[in-house]
T-cell receptor
Framework: KAGVTQTPRYLIKTRGQQVTLSCSPI?????VSWYQQTPGQGLQFLFE???????NKGNFPGRFSGRQFSNSRSEMNVSTLELGDSALYLC?????????????FGSGTRLTVV | AQRVTQPEKLLSVFKGAPVELKCNYS??????LFWYVQYSRQRLQLLLR??SRESIKGFTADLNKGETSFHLKKPFAQEEDSAMYYCALSGKAAGNKLTFGGGTRVLVKP
């Protein structure tokens, strides 16, 4: 079955713009989480959605937001982009929020802010 | 707050030698612990989880609640084990989000 699909793979934006990233989870997975990966900070949790509801949120400013649709697909949005937002954004899905069976990650969207 | 510490950023071993990646955690309660691996140019993938007590690709990990550790071990490293390894924790006390350690890069030399 298809894995977690993230689009686009690469993005280049300028400061002040906004960006929307998309994630399609594995079929049947209802929990979707987002992570930011940078060389300096490593992997940091952004937020998690389950059944269209945000269940948990990391320590990121309000410029970072997300949503989940009824088909479990998720989008995250970053407004007023800053240079420091340049990172690999990873989406992960799991059967249920607890994630006891582990999360399956997508390949990520590499965002470069110039 | 939950925290995962991987003290070694880089581990370099020769092929056939044992390898042990250290992971220490802090958490109030009973955590779910995982090891994830990222091979070059591949996506992050689950290697093993403590609740299944499994051995994957020759790797094992034992949860030591007394020492709050979840070290990853392999008795005979192979060149294809060269990758980035992340220890991760989740649990009800922190909303079940995954918290990752900083990662350990393993380089297996021929």
């Amino acid at each position: 079955k298809a894995g977690v699909t993230q689009t686009p793979r690469y993005l280049i934006k300028t400061r002040g713009q906004q960006v929307t990233l998309s994630c399609s989870p594995i079929s049947g997975h209802r929990s979707v989480s987002w992570y930011q990966q940078t060389p300096g900070q490593g992997l940091q949790f952004l937020f998690e959605y389950f059944s269209e509801t945000q269940r948990n949120k990391g320590n990121f400013p309000g410029r970072f937001s997300g949503r989940q649709f009824s088909n479990s697909r998720s989008e995250m949005n970053v407004s007023t982009l800053e240079l420091g937002d340049s990172a690999l954004y990873l989406c992960a899905s799991s059967l249920e929020p607890k994630g006891a069976y582990g999360y399956t990650f997508g390949s990520g969207t590499r965002l470069t802010v110039v | 707050a939950q925290r995962v510490t991987q003290p070694e950023k880089l581990l370099s071993v020769f092929k056939g030698a044992p390898v042990e990646l250290k992971c220490n955690y802090s958490y109030s309660g009973s955590p779910e612990l995982f090891w994830y691996v990222q091979y070059s140019r591949q996506r992050l993938q689950l290697l093993l989880r403590h609740i299944s007590r499994e051995s994957i690709k020759g790797f094992t990990a034992d949860l030591n609640k007394g020492e709050t550790s979840f070290h990853l071990k392999k008795p005979f490293a192979q060149e294809e084990d060269s990758a980035m390894y992340y220890c991760a924790l989740s649990g009800k006390a922190a909303g079940n989000k995954l918290t990752f350690g900083g990662g350990t890069r393993v380089l297996v030399k021929p």
